[in-house]
């Protein structure tokens, strides 16, 4: 666990960029939105030019969110900004690649032109591909196999000796070398192997088109899409359902034909009808935006026992939950959770897919008008529930919806408390926490020795009485993933279940003696 909870260290910044770009995406989705600019009119250029410009640098960051991980990785890594060069260069190498021996005959979803990259291939004198050659969208797998590749080809070039035929060639240039052929030689493998994870991924999408008025295969949808997200790879998925026959298909009474849900939505809301089944594969987004995820933020923000935390992350948790309420910050607490507390990244993938069946099995549909890059779609905000409060035909929907959503934020509330508070550890082994507590304890010269010590989400924060006995190299070094000692003291990254041992210290601080206790 040690390992998987380092990888923190390594989103850490690039989550906070995802974020920052999530409120750029809301700020230009609520100006940009049909239904806001029913309540108030924006007509001033300018500010539509600024949303949508703010809307393209948030979709820029969340289509390549996998490159600025790859960045963080490398450099938190190595003290050498070569290394990281290196692996921007390797990274472009591998979609260059992929671009040009990949197949062309997959669905316009499985393909994305990373940083723009793109060829005509009529320009191209061997060609006998006709449009726009685009490498295959990999998501995350792309970066993990360029990561890979990277570190290998700089530890590798670190046992180089600068004599022989190629002297001339430092240490650094045989890094890159060594990196670009690599990455070309993976993405051309992956441009053959891949298509059949797309191919697949299609199969599975076929067989849950064929019956989307039944729960279960919402139940899958939901669980897929919020992978799929986390994988970077949500593109795929909502490019067949979104736009494609596999969304539904519904021909308007002029005999035009409209494809997909996102479509069959704004076609049949035009034309005032309601309760076909248009809207299904949004619906539970209005519950996730609006209601669990706010409610999650507020069961995260009551682990912190450190006055001064609280009020340091207080505007943090209010700005996150109204961005989500008002366009949603679902990928950024997925990816958070899936690396701090996977147990409850599962339990959010199973409420999803619950959500969506439930609301298959209620008959309530909610959808949204959209159109453009769907990595970058915001469904389910709080603008829309407002603008069609005002349709009669929908009242009964939004009450439903609303009544589910209270209830689904209180159980997303009370998990998130439990699993920081109680459930973190001890599910396989009984004695785990034990085992940290104690270890913990050595290390800090005991119970006695600790004047102050605070517990967050991911880590604890101790002070003692004494330095001089403190020794960390008795905490097994699969527990913690970090030491760090700041002015605030030691911080200690247990992980998840940091919360759970500052409660079993300060339930053993309680029981010393008056005079030997300190103010926690």
Known sequence: MRRWYTFIEILQFPLQILFIAMVFMGLSGVILNPNFNTIFPVTNTLVIQIAEMFSYFGGFIIMNFPLLIL??????????SVVVVTGILGYVMFHVAMMFFGPTNLPAAAYYAFLGIQVDASTLMNSSATGMLVPLQTGIVGFIIVLNITRWAYHHSRNRLNYGTLGFIDRKIQSAIVTLF??????????????????????LFTFLAED?????????????????????????LRGMFWFTEMGGTWINAFGETFLGDIQVWTAQTANSIFGLGAGRLITPYFVLNIFAVPAMLVGIYSVFTDKME????RLFILLAALISILSGTLLPLELFLLVCAPLLYLFHLLMTGVLFALFEALKVYLGYSFSGNVLTATPGSVIDMIVY????DLNKSLSIIVVVGILTGLIYLAATTYYFKKGAVNLV?????QHRLSAFLASVGGIENIRMI???????????????VVDFSKIHHYDVSRIVETRAGYALSYGAPSYMLWNEVMKLKKQLPVNTQSTS
């Open 389 to 392: 409060w005002r349709n009669i």
């Open 71 to 80: 960045i963080k990785a490398l450099a938190k890594r190595y003290d050498d």
């Open 182 to 203: 690599l990455c070309l030689g993976a993405g051309v493998i992956t441009a053959f192997v891949w298509p059949y994870f797309i191919r697949a991924s299609i199969q």
């Open 212 to 236: 989307l008025t039944n729960p279960i295969n919402l139940f899958l949808y939901g669980i897929f899409d919020r992978i799929y997200a986390v994988l970077n790879m949500s593109g795929l």
């Open 310 to 313: 609280r009020r340091r992350y």
């Open 454 to 468: 605070h517990a967050a989400p991911t880590k604890l924060t101790v002070q003692v009485f004494d330095r001089t």
């Open 429 to 433: 082994d009984v004695n785990e926490l």
